[in-house]
């Protein structure tokens, strides 16, 4: 089966642009990971979850996937926040690495191929810093070096911004203005100062790299330059992955990567989430409150490039999609098929459902993703299957999982067709319902309906059907 075409929109053209891997079927990511600060809060989680299941759709797809996610583990805002909690940064940065692996690990959706850090890349960054300096990209002044951003003719071609009208936040170091031979360059090395507990030795003296640099060098040491995709949230665009782009521009001769694709943000009820809000959700909180499979649902219900409404309503609608997926979970038949390891190919090869609708559901599925990895479009066609499948069963048709599975299983929440163990009523659930059934028998409905309150308060919906009466679990008591 040969590999169906996929369309991802590309920042740079500001198009949709087709996947083309160098190498047949092999798809190389480098995603931007997080500054390590502090907990990660929701709005950073985002773009972890857009990559982790756009490998996984990619993977489904039959392609050989490898996702790079770096953590920015020496930065000014390390520096800042180990002086102010009074830990050295280094400690500061490992201990927040670890909860950020940590708290990312329970979404469940594996974790990234490679994880490199800046301090352990620090060979490669200086390496490429000296190979721009020698290409006249870049210059040193007092023990700092810095990229001169005019040496780039095509600087501003990922932001399509005009280069005269471009600011690189770099205001609120007064000696770095001074240093630089345009107020539009930007720092690659900074030589050490107060308050700066760690350095590293380099040909401009003891200092340390700056952030767009630090990226570049870990992106090529991971996966060479011209790798397929290059990830991050939008807030990124402008400078980090501009700078990005121009370094590895102007020392190699050819651009970092063919797409550059950017996830939108988390907006809490209209307003942009970021650190200047204060009411933002850690990560770890909301796992917590909403539980892996519905924070996993929510983050899937957008457009990855549309904001994520974070509020009350989406919330509820992710916790009852759940619901809804364990609910057609238990009257599906589990599929008879499956391979423990499927191929590539196996896995591409969905299983009719017998149902020319469900199939034209599942296939549409794929389509949606296909174009520009429309997870919300896709979950579209998810509900309509599942909808169709009620009505089959309703009339006393069967049907297996395999294709609901398939397509969960892009998501990450096949996990919500698996049975498990809670899921039978117990003894004394199935007592009061057999209580329930000889009450109505004698026709005592006042007693039928105490029973039937009292199952409900043990978290049990009484369903009567033509077979009789059954048990299912009530809304929200799991
Ligand atoms: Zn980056």
């Not at 857009?50 to 790079?68: I, M, P, W």
């Not at 940065?93 to 990312?104: E, K, L, P, Q």
């Not at 299983?409 to 004394?428: E, F, K």
């Amino acid at each position: 089966m040969p590999l169906r075409p996929i369309q991802i929109h590309d920042t740079a053209s500001g198009g949709l642009q087709p996947l083309r891997p160098e190498q047949s079927g092999r798809v190389r990511i480098y995603a931007c990971g997080p500054t390590v600060y502090n907990r990660i809060h929701v709005g950073n989680a985002r773009p972890f979850i857009v990559y982790a299941l756009l490998k996984r759709f990619l993977v489904s797809q039959g392609y050989a996937v490898t996702l790079v996610s770096n953590l920015t583990d020496v930065n000014d805002k390390i520096y800042a926040a180990a002086n102010a909690a009074g830990v050295a940064s280094t400690d500061l940065a490992v201990a927040m690495g670890d909860h950020y692996r940590a708290d990312t690990d329970r979404l469940g959706l594996g974790r990234p191929d490679l994880e490199p850090l800046a301090t352990t890349s620090m060979p490669a960054i200086i390496a490429l810093i000296e190979d721009l300096i020698g290409e006249g990209a870049a210059y040193e002044a007092e023990g700092d070096v810095y990229f001169r951003v005019r040496a780039d003719a095509r600087y501003g071609s990922l932001s399509r911004r005009d280069v005269d009208e471009m600011d690189q936040g770099e205001g609120d170091d007064p000696v770095g203005l001074k240093l630089k031979q345009d107020p539009l360059d930007f720092a690659l090395w900074k030589a050490t100062k107060s308050g700066e507990d760690v350095a590293w030795d380099s040909p401009w003296g003891r200092g340390r790299p700056g952030w767009h640099i630090e990226c570049s060098a870990m992106a090529e040491e991971a996966l060479g330059v011209g790798f397929e995709i290059h990830g991050g949230g939008n807030d990124l665009v402008f400078p980090h992955h501009e700078n990005e782009a121009a370094q590895t521009r102007c020392a190699r001769g050819r651009e970092l990567a063919t797409i550059w694709m950017h996830s939108g943000m988390i907006e809490l009820r209209g307003a942009k989430m970021s650190k200047s809000v204060g009411n933002i959700t850690p990560l770890h909180e909301a796992l917590d409150e909403l539980g892996r499979d519905a924070l996993v649902l929510l983050f899937a219900s957008a457009h990855y490039r549309q904001p994520l409404n974070w509020a009350d309503d989406s919330i509820e609608q992710a916790r009852a999609g759940v619901r809804r997926l364990r609910e057609i979970g238990r009257r599906l038949t589990p599929g008879l098929v499956a391979p423990p390891a499927p191929s590539a190919e196996e896995k591409r090869a969905v299983p009719p459902s017998g149902d020319p609708g469900l199939d034209g559901f599942c296939a549409a599925f794929s389509e949606a993703l296909r174009e520009d990895f429309n997870t919300a479009a896709a979950l579209g066609r998810l509900w309509q299957w599942v909808r169709g499948a009620n009505s089959i069963l309703d009339q006393g048709g069967e049907l297996r999982d395999d294709q609901l599975r398939t397509m969960l299983d892009v998501l990450g929440l096949a996990n919500l067709l698996d049975p498990h163990p809670s899921d039978g009523p117990d003894a004394a659930a199935l007592d009061l319902l057999a209580q329930r059934q000889e009450a109505r028998e004698v026709k005592d409905w006042a007693r039928a309906d105490e029973l039937r309150d009292a199952l409900a308060a043990a978290g049990w919906t009484v369903r009567d059907g033509a077979a009789g009466a059954e048990l299912v679990r009530t809304e929200g008591t799991r």
